[in-house]
């Protein structure tokens, strides 16, 4: 099956811009959904289909996918955004929807 | 306003069965596809089961294909997972999400409910 793999955590100052990156064989060939995840609540979805935006999420998120890389850009970095974070991609596989590992936003 | 709420959830010993209900409200529930994804304590997500919109497409990962059964009810505005044939390692929190489109496939996941807890223990 698929696999996507994350940085366990990544970590930035306030103001600053944080990387999330997920990694999979040709995943720029693929839709990209991205995940918040803040301790003791249900996931949020915050980019899809690689850099779209749902309504209500910051314009600070953004996402781009290329290659074997996808990222996950968060700018002016703000203490709310500490989180975990997954990358998920549907595969024709016999697991069809994937989710990476996750990476722990830490704000420093 | 959209609204998940699981119930259902419980401690049950290893090979006994549960059933997970989720209740949808503020949307067309039969316009959209649904999911189940879990979430073992202190672990990621993982996907379990998704149906469309009408029940014509339903897809299970390999963890739990032959023991974990989905259905939903478009009348009731329900969403359903039967679990058979418990492990210890289907222990988690069980979320219903809702997708953006009628197709289990490619959409994300716009709508996530709580989740409840499933405990698989002797």
């Known amino acids: 099956s698929y696999v996507l793999t994350q940085p366990p955590s990544v970590s930035v100052a306030p103001g600053q811009t944080a990387r999330i990156t997920c990694g999979g064989n040709n995943i720029g060939s693929k839709s990209v959904h991205w995940y918040q995840q803040k301790p003791g609540q249900a996931p949020v979805l915050v980019v899809y289909?690689?850099?779209d935006r749902p309504s209500g999420i910051p314009e600070r998120f953004s996402g781009s996918n290329s290659g074997n890389t996808a990222t996950l850009t968060i700018s002016r970095v703000e203490a709310g955004d500490e989180a975990d974070y997954y990358c998920q991609v549907w595969d024709s596989s016999s697991d069809p929807w994937v989710f990476g590992g996750g990476t722990k936003l830490t704000v420093l | 306003e959209v609204q998940l709420v699981e119930s259902g959830g419980g401690l049950v010993q290893p090979g006994r069965s549960l059933r997970l209900s989720c209740a949808a409200s503020?949307?067309?529930?039969?316009?959209?596809?649904m999911h189940w994804v879990r979430q073992a304590p202190g672990k990621g997500l993982e996907w379990v089961s998704g149906?469309?919109?009408?029940?014509?497409?339903?897809g299970y990962a390999d963890s739990v294909k032959g023991r974990f059964t989905i259905s939903r009810d478009n009348a009731k505005n329900s969403l359903y997972l039967q679990m058979n044939s418990l492990r210890a390692e289907d222990t988690a929190l069980y979320y219903c999400?809702?997708?953006?489109?009628?197709?289990?496939?490619?959409?994300?996941?716009?709508?996530w409910g709580q989740g409840t807890l499933v405990t698989v223990s002797s």
């Open positions: 149906i469309s919109w009408n029940s014509g497409s339903i």
């Open positions: 999400a809702k997708s953006v489109g009628i197709s289990i496939e490619q959409q994300p996941f716009d709508y």
């Open positions: 289909d690689d850099s």
């Open positions: 503020g949307f067309t529930f039969d316009d959209y596809a």
